[in-house]
Structure formats: C-alpha cells, structure tokens
C-alpha cells in the first residue's frame, strides 16, 4: 500500500505550547515506525500547529496521536488527507483552480520553519 499525506491540524490544551514542546524535548515525537514527519508550522500565536505526516496505515497516524491527546485536541482541528500541488497539477484543466496572485500565494521562504510538537 503506498504512503498517504495527512495534514494533521493540533490545537493545544488550554493554549498552553510550553507543556508540548516540554514534552517534544524530552521524548521526541513519539512518533511509531511506519509513520514519518514531513514538514510543520504553528500560528504566531502559539495555539495551533499544522503538521504534514506520511504514512502506509492510518491506524499508525491514530496511534500517535493518542500518544499527544493528554496536551493537544485533534478532535477540533482535525486530519485530512492531501496531496502535492504536483499531482493536482495533472488533473484536468476543468478542474484544476487558477493560480492565485493574492496574499496567499506562498514561495518559498514565506513560512519561517519552527520546531514542532508531536
């Protein structure tokens, strides 16, 4: 079975990112094998983190996350599965979005890389 993209979005207990990255710094991500980290960000306010894990069993990605649900609420935020701009670049052109030249386009470099809890 090939690994699926999750976007894993985390909203910590009682606003409190200190007790995660307290947590994260003595144990790591607590993550099983099987289930890889890919890529971060948290808010600026320190209440939300988005998070992009890889995996071959979403059972794996479950596991994880009851390893966290003492300090972090999934149940808010949520999981979802996603793919690469690449792919969704190939679908059909019907309905494919156009490309935003807003204050959402992203370019590399936007985003600052944080360290992560979880």
């Known amino acids: 079975?090939?690994?699926t993209l999750y976007m894993v979005v985390e909203r910590f207990k009682n606003r409190d990112a200190a007790a995660v990255y307290r947590?994260?710094?003595d144990c790591g991500r607590m993550a099983p094998e099987g289930l890889r980290y890919v890529s971060s960000w948290?808010?600026?306010?320190l209440e939300l983190c988005y998070q992009?894990?890889?995996t071959h069993d979403r059972k794996l990605l479950e596991?994880?996350?009851?390893?966290?649900?003492?300090?972090?609420?999934f149940r808010g935020a949520g999981r979802h599965h996603v793919t690469?701009?690449?792919r969704a670049n190939r679908a059909p052109a019907a309905v494919r979005p156009e490309p935003s030249s807003g204050p959402l386009t992203s370019r590399p470099g936007d985003a600052?890389?944080?360290p992560t809890p979880g």
């Open 112 to 114: 600052p890389r944080l």
């Open 63 to 73: 596991e994880w996350m009851s390893r966290w649900a003492d300090l972090v609420d």
């Open 52 to 54: 992009l894990m890889e």
């Open 1 to 3: 079975m090939p690994d």
């Open 23 to 25: 947590r994260f710094r």
């Open 84 to 86: 690469g701009s690449r």
């Open 42 to 45: 948290v808010d600026e306010g």
